[in-house]
């Protein structure tokens, strides 16, 4: 099983970016896809998610209305759509899969048992 983030880079406040999880090994609509972020001297924070078991999106409230997470089970990919970035939003976003995490530690970093690589957002003017 893999999983390979991609799409970040350097963007103007204001800016979108789309970032992208390739997956292979799985089969979306029966795995929870996840996607986190870590600050420099920050700890890692969850973002959003698509929940296997409802297939809805969840999203934190600070990135509410600006980021929109989707799937293209044909291309077992998972995107983030990252509209009106800040630069408070500049860190390494890493997506995260698990099979079998409930809906109360969607948020938890620890209820995933597989993750990609990581891929830098900048937001600097």
């Known amino acids: 099983v893999q999983l390979q983030a991609s799409g970040g880079g350097l963007v103007q406040p204001g800016g979108s970016l789309r970032l992208s999880c390739a997956t292979s090994?799985?089969?979306?609509?029966?795995?929870?896809i996840g996607w986190f972020r870590q600050a420099p001297g920050k700890e890692r924070e969850w973002i959003s998610c698509?929940?296997?078991?409802?297939?809805?999106?969840y999203y934190t409230d600070s990135v509410k209305g600006r980021f929109t997470i989707s799937r293209d089970t044909a291309k077992n990919t998972v995107y983030l759509q990252m509209n009106s970035l800040k630069p408070e939003d500049t860190a390494v976003y890493y997506c995260?899969?698990?099979?079998?995490?409930?809906?109360?530690?969607?948020?938890?970093?620890?209820?995933?048992?597989?993750w990609g690589q990581g891929t830098l957002v900048t937001v600097s003017s």
């Open positions: 090994g799985f089969t979306l609509g029966y795995t929870t």
């Open positions: 698509m929940f296997r078991s409802d297939s809805r999106p």
């Open positions: 995260a899969a698990d099979r079998g995490v409930i809906l109360s530690a969607l948020a938890t970093a620890t209820a995933y048992d597989y």
